[in-house]
């Protein structure tokens, strides 16, 4: 029998597993009332289990447990929680931010149309800026650099 | 000495299917009818007997009903399906097949 023909009596089994697991306790039951010597009838809850593990569900039934129990100690212990929400948050922020860069920075293209042409642009980029700007050769930017100065020495003036 | 032990593994499953192949049974039934069977020489704890049950049940080898037995008791009866008859057919081949082998080895050696 195919894994994949299981799948489906599986999941019917967990979806009707209380109802089974209480036919099953009803049927070990009347076993042991049908025996000449009842007390050599195991265990009827390790029975149940090992029936049970048959299904494949005990690691979901575990895992339930599990997060239980965790729950509980997270509400009773609160400034454990907060420590461990505290140290959580600072690695995840730290992680995320250090990926944000590196992704930024390394990683990605530059964010424009063709970035393979900008190739050479990096090494010299002060020099072909400051030789580029506007504002220094032309004359409306000439003078608006001379009324900035102005400003500035006005108000340093005022100031002392 | 009744044992359990002595079953190689996989034995008990085809027991139980040759066993429902005849008739269907519950669970105390299929345990006193391997113990008889064997000449009290085996006898099947309920603590493999369940968990075999179960595996059948899930391979779709058996189904399980609720019935009234004779003594008037409400019973978990089971029953081979097409698919369990199949199953019992290929494993007793290969049981067969197998106890030939060692016989061979055991016999000519």
């Known amino acids: 029998m195919s894994a994949l023909g299981r799948w489906p009596r599986r999941i019917w089994y967990f979806l009707n597993r209380r109802r089974l697991e209480r036919e099953l306790d009803q049927e070990m039951a009347s076993h042991r009332a049908m025996m000449a010597a009842p007390h050599q009838f195991g265990s009827t809850i390790r029975l149940r289990e090992q029936s049970a593990d048959v299904w494949g569900w005990t690691w979901m039934d575990d895992l339930c447990h599990d997060l239980r129990y965790g729950a509980r100690l997270l509400v009773k212990d609160r400034r454990f929680t907060l420590a461990a929400v505290a140290a959580l948050a600072l690695g995840l922020a730290a992680t995320t931010t250090a990926f944000t860069f590196v992704n930024g920075a390394v990683l990605r293209d530059l964010p424009l149309a063709s970035p393979d042409r900008w190739s050479g642009f990096e090494p010299s980029m002060r020099a072909v800026a400051s030789s580029a700007c506007p504002t220094r050769t032309s004359a409306t930017g000439a003078r608006r650099l001379a009324r900035s100065r102005r400003w500035w020495s006005r108000s340093s003036s005022r100031s002392t | ?109």
């Open chain 2, 1 to 109: 000495m009744p044992r359990e032990a002595g079953l190689p593994p996989g034995t008990l499953t085809v027991l139980i299917l040759r066993l429902l192949d005849a008739q269907p049974l519950h669970g105390y039934a299929i345990a006193q009818r391997i113990h008889l069977l064997s000449h009290e020489e085996l006898s099947v704890e309920e603590g493999s007997l369940y968990p075999a049950l179960q595996k059948l049940l899930l391979n779709g080898w058996v189904k399980a009903i609720w019935t009234t037995s004779e003594s008037g008791r409400e019973v978990r009866e089971y029953r081979l399906t097409p698919g369990g008859r199949k199953q019992l057919e290929a494993a007793l081949a290969e049981y067969r097949r197998t106890s030939q082998a060692i016989d061979l080895v055991l016999d000519n050696a």
